[in-house]
């Protein structure tokens, strides 16, 4: 039996028997995978390790983007930092069969679909978190020169009361002497 797989069971008289069920038609292995004895899967699908890989690939390409970013002051640290753990999230999914299993049991078409949306929605809060970054630069900016006005503001407030007293002080000084 080539699609089979061994069940263990206990008799009536108790003895343990060994019995070898088929395996239901959606429980087949990909067409893709080596198969050992009796239908086990030793190696994964070509469409699933693509999948691996290209959670790897975008992990890498999320880290070096937001860490290129940052020093291009795009965009703030705290982005930078979250981008960073979701990079490494994607590389260890993707080094690490236990975390990538699901792979194996997604169709190819259906991985695909979900890697590019993935991959677009990634970048499209990619270009979120930047236009943010850069509003609240802009507003740190815009704080600073607000705070420098101000001071501006409040020099030339006490020149204009010192400049009225000296005036005052001196129609004084004229009123006494004339």
């Avoid at 997604?106 to 509003?135: D, H, K, N, P, W």
Wanted: glycine share 8%; aromatic share 8%; net charge negative.
């Amino acid at each position: 039996m080539r699609n089979c797989h061994r069940r263990d069971s206990i008799g009536p008289d108790g003895a343990r028997k060994e019995r070898r069920v088929r395996m239901h038609p959606e429980i087949l292995p990909d067409p893709g995978q080596r198969e050992g004895r009796c239908g086990t899967v030793i190696g994964e699908s070509m469409e699933s390790m693509i999948i691996r890989i290209g959670l790897v690939l975008v992990g890498v390409v999320i880290m070096a983007l937001s860490f290129w970013m940052n020093s291009y002051k795009k965009i703030t640290v705290n982005f930078a930092v979250v981008w960073e753990i979701l990079g490494v999230l994607l590389i260890l999914i993707g080094i690490i069969p236990v975390f990538s299993e699901w792979t194996q049991w997604v169709s190819s078409g259906t991985g695909l679909a979900f890697f590019c949306v993935g991959i677009v929605f990634l970048f499209e809060e990619i270009r979120t978190s930047m236009l943010i970054s850069q509003l609240v630069m802009k507003n740190q900016e815009m704080a600073m020169q607000i705070s420098l006005l101000n001071q501006e503001n409040e020099y030339v407030m006490n020149e204009l009361e010192r400049l009225g007293k000296a005036a005052e002080d001196s129609d004084e000084k004229d009123n006494l002497c004339g």
